[in-house]
């Protein structure tokens, strides 16, 4: 089983981009479906993007379509998230996930990962 590190994220103002990146240590990293979740104050964890095994799918939340980027490059076996055009209701605590043998569907449900990073705050100022 695979573990998880995110980069540090960070404080920016609205309109800014970030770019999170999450190290992932153990075998076979690259057979893993790997997502990005957050939770802001006060609110339920909730799905932001994710990226299957070999790249061939990604799916985004609908607040962030168009704004995010996932992608993933196996031979350092990172997953990054790029976020362009920022707001403040994007101010939450940003965890990557990783799991295996999930469809299609499930890559937007939570308990569809096994394995999650510690998180790493990001903060949008107006």
């Known amino acids: 089983q695979v573990q998880l590190i995110e980069s540090k994220g960070g404080l920016v103002q609205a309109g800014d981009s970030l770019r999170l990146s999450c190290a992932g240590s153990?075998?076979?990293?690259?057979?893993?479906?790997a997502a990005w979740f957050r939770q802001g104050p006060g609110q339920e964890r909730e799905f932001v993007a994710a990226?299957?095994?070999?790249?061939?799918?990604?799916k985004y939340a609908d607040s962030v379509k168009g704004r995010f980027t996932i992608s993933r490059d196996d031979s350092n076996a990172r997953v990054y998230l790029q976020m362009d055009n920022l707001k403040p209701e994007d101010t939450a605590v940003y965890y990557c996930?990783?799991?295996?043998?999930?469809?299609?569907?499930?890559?937007?449900?939570?308990?569809?990962?096994?394995?999650w990073g510690q998180g790493t705050q990001v903060t949008v100022s107006e």
């Open positions: 990226i299957s095994w070999g790249g061939r799918i990604t």
């Open positions: 996930a990783a799991g295996l043998d999930m469809s299609e569907w499930s890559m937007t449900a939570a308990n569809a990962y096994s394995t």
């Open positions: 153990g075998r076979f990293f690259e057979r893993y479906v």
